[in-house]
């Protein structure tokens, strides 16, 4: 064979070998996405899932996220489908309306989200499971339980598990009528693991925040069983409050304020951004306690400078800003 048959045959080797992988790869592909699957989710989503903690949820990067039913579906969408859901961003009760990217239905199918409607609330949650007559669903609940499910029956006679004083409007079907179910999602959180801080506050520091909230309660304990002593609203571009101390729980990062002279807790969560730890007696917050804070003290005491006074500005926290503030300032920096 001469060298230029050995070459065309060479190339048309190589040819064949390639058309041949993009035929096995392009069939099986195709195979895949025509018969479908579906992971349900049995357990609370880890904090390190992105499609439920992260700005990939519309919800959470607002300031709505978990505990939310919006929150949660949307981001369950996010993780059945692999791509953002074209679902809206309003409350529950309009998500069966103003759907439509997606069919809808009376009839449960894996993977699709159930939308009930009130004249005072909604809710949505997303069929994880249809077996025996039963539909399990997955849930996150507004102000309330981080992830749980609920069970209802195929035909809807209970109204699908929904509250009785709810209508119920129907489902959002997000993959095919036929899907293979997989195995349920391995891993995850579970309803008892504690949320993250949102920071951590070193030894005679205290953390600054940025609040933008609607409405958001000063409770007297960090639990949302404990008294309400009052709520703060902050303007569009938000508030900044000053936390001593951090708590977490199950459902938020808890921070202790000063409110009104008194020590008050409040749930930070998403819509509260650390932006710093700052140690006592560095009022300008340039990163260390000088003699120029002292003065900046002296001017405020005076009424020389209009500042608001914060916990700061109480050096020796003794629960009040005087001139001691100021003596305990030159203590620090002569190294007493």
């Known amino acids: 064979m001469n060298r230029k048959k050995r070459i065309a045959v060479m190339l048309a080797a190589i040819m064949i070998s ?34 439920y903690f992260s700005n990939k949820n519309i919800f959470y990067s607002s300031g709505y996220g978990m505990p939310n039913c919006t929150a949660y579906a949307y981001g369950r969408a996010y993780e059945i489908l692999g791509s953002r859901p074209s679902l809206p961003t309003y409350d529950a009760r309009r998500w069966y309306e103003l759907t439509t990217a997606y069919e809808k239905g009376q009839e449960p199918r894996l993977g699709a989200i159930a939308v009930w409607w009130s004249s005072s609330a909604g809710h949505v949650a997303v069929v994880e499971k249809i077996e025996n007559g ?31 004083s709810w209508d119920f409007l129907g489902f959002i079907y997000l993959l095919d009528e036929d899907v293979e179910e997989l195995p349920p999602i391995d891993g995850g959180g579970s309803e008892s693991n504690t949320v993250p801080p949102i920071g951590e506050i070193g030894e005679n520091q205290v953390m600054r925040v940025r609040l933008n909230v609607s409405s958001l309660a000063v409770r007297s304990d960090h639990s949302t069983n404990a008294s309400a002593l009052d709520y703060i609203t902050t303007p569009p571009q938000g508030a900044y409050y000053f936390v001593t101390e951090l708590y977490t729980d199950t459902r938020y990062c808890w921070g202790k304020i000063n409110y009104n002279g008194k020590d008050a807790w409040i749930a930070l969560s998403t819509w509260a951004e650390n932006t710093g730890c700052f140690y006592y007696g560095d009022v300008d917050m340039d990163g260390s306690v000088t003699i120029i804070d002292a003065t900046k003290i002296q001017r405020v005491l005076a009424g020389i400078d209009n500042d608001k006074i914060n916990e700061l500005y109480d050096v020796n926290r003794d629960g009040n800003v005087n001139i001691t503030d100021c003596a305990k300032i030159q203590q620090i920096v002569a190294g007493i």
């Not at 669903?137 to 035909?155: E, P, V």
């Open 134 to 164: 039963v539909v399990t669903f997955s849930n996150s609940s507004w102000n309330g339980r981080m992830f749980y499910l609920t069970t209802g029956k195929a035909d809807g006679s209970d109204n699908f598990g929904g509250n009785s």
């Open 18 to 51: 390639v058309m041949t992988t993009f035929t096995f790869f392009g069939t099986s592909g195709f195979s895949a996405a025509a018969e479908g699957t579906f992971e349900p989710r049995l357990s609370t989503p880890s904090y390190d899932n992105e499609y």
